[in-house]
């Protein structure tokens, strides 16, 4: 998607600031903190609580505008911000994810303007309230990165022979691991995409030690659809969560590097695994 200018927002076609008769006045909400969810515990007939697990809610954001209404205006913008309607609120404001084009998943949640006299004269004071489930902050761009199959460990000379030595089996191979960046600061979840053929697909998160793996079979051409933040696994469409092993963990891609390996039995050169993310921030 086109970048937009800094101190401008983006919801369903209708832009708020910059060449747009819609005026941003205030925006609340995205430099805030999301709400949290705790787990703290109350100790029984004694003072304090046991700290439990703390999780991220829901983010609000609230933003107040200027419609400067030529008598089509306001109603295109009320078209755009139908309440219930979830679509990307995109903005760009400085300070928040360095300044870059970025996102949210906002629904409309409230929506108001104010009938007074301004009104009357082609100006309308508008608030609407995005409720966002997903707290995050993501990248207005979606990286796709391909990992490609296990390829054969290359030879050695047998002699001279050095210590230590390096001893492989004939049949040993390995995997290409694929560099995925996060450039925000809070970790997000990627989608993978495996085609087949390949056999009980593994894939390794070497940095955290952490493996999905799927005990079944994807011939040619199959895809196999890992959604880590849904936590569903689909099977050409179909839910194949029973496939998972139960020695799977899920993982995020942290912030900086990470590094995934894809293997399985059955090496076959045609195997891929595409992985999606947006980089986070919260």
């Known amino acids: 998607m086109t970048a937009l200018e800094p101190f401008t927002m983006e919801f369903n076609g209708a832009l ?26 109350g100790l029984m007939q004694r003072d304090g609580m046991i700290p439990g697990a703390d999780y991220y809610g829901a983010r609000t954001v609230t933003v107040t505008a ?6 089509k205006t306001l109603d295109g913008l009320m078209r755009a ?4 309607l979830q679509k990307p609120l995109r903005f760009c404001f400085p300070g928040v994810a360095g300044g870059r084009t970025v996102r949210v998943h906002g629904k409309v949640r409230k929506r108001s303007v104010k009938a007074d006299n301004l009104y009357h004269k082609g100006l309308a004071k508008l608030m609407v309230e995005f ?15 391909l990992v490609t199959p296990p390829r054969d460990r290359p030879g050695v000379r047998a002699f001279p022979m050095r210590f230590p030595f390096n001893l492989r089996t004939k049949d040993a191979s390995y995997s290409d691991r694929m560099v995925l960046i996060n450039e925000g600061t809070a970790e997000t979840w990627p989608v993978f995409r495996l085609v087949g053929p390949m056999g009980n697909p593994i894939l390794h998160n070497t940095l955290t030690q952490q493996r999905l793996i799927l005990n079944l079979y994807l011939g040619v051409g199959e895809v196999l659809e890992l959604d880590s933040r849904r936590r569903t696994v689909l099977y050409n469409g179909a839910s194949r969560y029973g496939a998972l092993d139960y020695t799977s963990e899920w993982f995020p891609l942290n912030p900086g590097t990470n ?15 595409d992985v999606l993310w947006r980089s986070a921030w919260i």
């Open 131 to 145: 409720f966002c489930a997903d707290p995050f902050i993501y990248s207005d761009d979606q990286v796709t990165g």
């Open 16 to 41: 708020f600031g910059g060449p747009s008769p819609i005026y941003l006045e205030e925006v609340d909400g995205l430099h805030d903190a999301p709400d949290m969810r705790v787990s703290d515990v």
């Open 81 to 84: 911000l139908k309440p219930g």
């Open 66 to 71: 200027n419609v400067l209404d030529d008598g």
């Open 259 to 273: 590094r995934i390996e894809l293997s399985g039995s059955g090496v076959q050169t045609d195997m891929t695994a």
